[in-house]
């Protein structure tokens, strides 16, 4: 792992690490198999947390746990998949047909990221050794684990938490001298607006019982 935070190169200026590049491509990669609704997106999510977490570990503590959730969240996340046996019915390489959240999982999602923020933020802010930025690595961490949570459940709604988490994320990474996350973050605000789009098209089209009737 130190190799892969050796510089790979300089971009406008920036100093690009190896594990900030590799990290992000596979979690576009990821992201891409996401749309998809392909089974595959969630073990290179896992390698892609696995190598940003070496990336950012020791310098931002936020970012590095938002790594840990999401290697935790792709173990779920395949699990939760797995369970809908065959293909979906059009034609799509997932095991899941999207379908927006109820009022009652909107509202949970929205009080557990509002209430955990201000928790994880004030664990930071009473531990300075934990992050240099508390406040938005709090949103950053727990921002994480809501999108994550939805994608894992096949909600629309998991798109539009990813831009939310993208706003703050991708100044903090400009800032802190991760450009390479920053340049791929913008990228990933295109790629999530484009899925976002499909999953809401095809959330139309039907529902999945065995996910929605499932536990969490």
């Not at 749309?35 to 503590?61: D, E, N």
């Not at 934990?130 to 938005?136: A, I, M, V």
Request: glycine share 12%; aromatic share 16%.
């Amino acid at each position: 792992m130190n190799r892969l935070n050796t510089e790979a190169f300089v971009l406008f200026g920036q100093h690009i690490l190896w594990s900030d590049m590799i990290g992000n491509i596979l979690g576009l990669i990821a992201l891409a198999l996401g749309w998809r609704r392909s089974l595959l997106s969630w073990p290179v999510q896992f390698a892609s947390g696995l190598i940003l977490f070496g990336a950012f570990y020791g310098h931002l503590t936020g970012s590095a746990g938002k790594q840990v959730v999401v290697m935790l969240v792709a173990l779920y996340g395949w699990w939760q998949w797995n369970r809908s046996k065959g293909r979906t019915e059009d034609g799509g390489d997932g095991h899941i047909v999207p379908r927006f959240a109820t009022r009652t999982e909107r509202a949970a999602m929205a009080g557990a990221a509002a209430a955990g923020t201000v928790a994880v933020a004030l664990l930071f802010e009473a531990y300075p050794s934990l992050s240099w930025d508390p406040w938005p690595d709090a949103y950053i961490f727990v921002g994480t684990v809501v999108a994550m949570y939805a994608q894992a459940r096949g909600m629309v709604e998991f798109w539009i938490a990813w831009l939310l988490v993208d706003l703050v994320g991708v100044p903090l990474n400009f800032a802190n001298g991760y450009a390479f996350s920053g340049f791929v973050y913008v990228i990933y605000g295109a790629l999530v607006l484009w899925g976002m789009r499909d999953w809401w098209l095809r959330s139309r089209q039907g529902s999945q019982p065995a996910l929605e009737g499932a536990p969490a």
